[in-house]
């Protein structure tokens, strides 16, 4: 079956711009969640989304915001852009789907790599 | 605040010795840890994982350990294999809870 799909892959704003990512989850998985990804911080996460609600929320500023339609696609948008906005934004999906251990496991998209000039 | 860490940026192995992959927690309320691999132009997927009321989870040449009162946990991948080579990161999560901590990641390079 078809994986997380994400789009753009890549782009480039400038700073003060605002950019929307989106998200196709794997069919049947109601749980979306976005992290953000730079070099030296890991991944860091931004927010998730069950049922077109809003269930958590990272540590990340206002500017970051996140919707999820009833077919469970996701966008995620962030406004007036920094350079330090930077960075590969992932989208992942769940089922949840649970392994033997009892662990949620995340299927992760290729992701968006944002380039803020 | 990182609550999980990877201290070692980079490892090199030879093809067919052992690869071990170390991470580190500070918060005791984690439940479950995961390894996910992460291939350049491609998004992080699922290797193993590991509940906290184990030590050790094994699955074909990836087994995981835990060792709680040091919060500690390792990647041991044997024998390790040219395709192994990618960036590994270590997660966990909360009980009940969707989102998961990662650490900074490790690259593993295996030489032929």
Known sequence: ?117 | DQQVKQNSPSLSVQEGRISILNCDYTNSMFDYFLWYKKYPAEGPTFLISISSIKDKNEDGRFTVFLNKSAKHLSLHIVPSQPGDSAVYFCAASGAGANNLFFGTGTRLTVIP
């Not at chain 1, 997380?4 to 892959?9: D, L, M, S």
């Not at chain 1, 704003?13 to 890991?42: A, E």
Request: hydrophobic fraction near 30%; charged fraction near 15%; include cysteine.
């Open chain 1, 1 to 117: 079956k078809a994986g997380v799909t994400q789009t753009p892959r890549y782009l480039i704003k400038t700073r003060g711009q605002q950019v929307t990512l989106s998200c196709s989850p794997i069919s049947g998985h109601r749980s979306v969640s976005w992290y953000q990804q730079t070099p030296g911080q890991g991944l860091q996460f931004l927010f998730e989304y069950f049922s077109e609600t809003q269930r958590n929320k990272g540590n990340f500023p206002g500017r970051f915001s996140g919707r999820q339609f009833s077919n469970s696609r996701s966008e995620m948008n962030v406004s007036t852009l920094e350079l330090g906005d930077s960075a590969l934004y992932l989208c992942a999906s769940s089922l949840p789907s649970y392994t033997s251990s009892g662990a949620n496991v995340l299927t992760f998209g290729a992701g968006s790599r944002l380039t803020v000039l």
